[in-house]
T-cell receptor, first 115, second 115 residues
Framework: DTGVSQNPRHKITKRGQNVTFRCDPI?????LYWYRQTLGQGPEFLTY????????KSRLLSDRFSAERPKGSFSTLEIQRTEQGDSAMYLC???FGQGDTGELFFGEGSRLTVL | AQSVTQLGSHVSVSEGALVLLRCNYS??????LFWYVQYPNQGLQLLLK??????LVKGINGFEAEFKKSETSFHLTKPSAHMSDAAEYFC?????????????FGTGTQLKVEL
């Protein structure tokens, strides 16, 4: 059973550098979500895709953030010109499309530390 | 817009004692409600969910929760705590429109289980 896979699990970078995270959802899921979780907080919604279409973006997703899901399978989240405030855990989740009962299946997350 | 309030950021119980984690929600339409558990440096795992039907829902690891519309609550309980239950627990609410399931999470409750 392959669940949601995220890479890299940890990334340490210097302020101003670009970083990219990858998410591979559960294969039969056509919805994919990105969340951000900072210390002591619950996950906050960033964006979601249905197949390759990005259907919603949060105001948290500044113009330095871009997410893609080019073939409706894996997704990437890129952060340009990183800032210390970007340090967080970035969580990816996926869900069924047709007949979705609301449950999201989460990956183990990619932890970003910006020095 | 929907929101979730988790009362008590830290809860400590003795092994074998009752676990009660509180969650109150706000939603303008009938919500879907979820409890997720997160172990250190891991993603979120679904414990249980309420969509429609029976208001007392049972989940994994002996947890259950009761949806009380009149109190706008969805408290999580377990009759007897085990050391392995020590983790962070998140309540989440969703209004599922068929176009995607954007969960709104509470700030979490850290459960400590003592001998």
């Amino acid at each position: 059973d392959t669940g949601v896979s995220q890479n890299p699990r940890h990334k340490i970078t210097k302020r101003g550098q670009n970083v990219t995270f990858r998410c591979d959802p559960i294969s039969e899921h056509n919805r994919l979500y990105w969340y951000r979780q900072t210390l002591g907080q619950g996950p906050e919604f960033l964006t979601y895709f249905q197949n390759e279409a990005q259907l919603e973006k949060s105001r948290l997703l500044s113009d330095r953030f871009s997410a893609e899901r080019p073939k409706g399978s894996f997704s990437t989240l890129e952060i340009q010109r990183t800032e210390q405030g970007d340090s967080a855990m970035y969580l990816c989740a996926s869900s069924f499309g047709q007949g979705d009962t609301g449950e999201l299946f989460f990956g183990e997350g990619s932890r970003l530390t910006v020095l | 817009a929907q929101s979730v309030t988790q009362l008590g950021s830290h809860v400590s119980v003795s092994e074998g004692a009752l676990v009660l984690l509180r969650c109150n929600y706000s939603s303008s339409v009938p919500p879907y409600l979820f409890w997720y558990v997160q172990y250190p440096n891991q993603g979120l795992q679904l414990l249980l969910k309420y969509t429609t039907g029976a208001t007392l829902v049972k989940g994994i690891n002996g947890f259950e929760a009761e949806f009380k519309k009149s109190e706008t609550s969805f408290h999580l309980t377990k009759p007897s705590a085990h050391m392995s239950d020590a983790a962070e627990y998140f309540c989440a609410v969703s209004i599922f429109t068929g176009g995607g399931n954007k969960l709104t999470f509470g700030t979490g409750t850290q459960l400590k289980v003592e001998l």
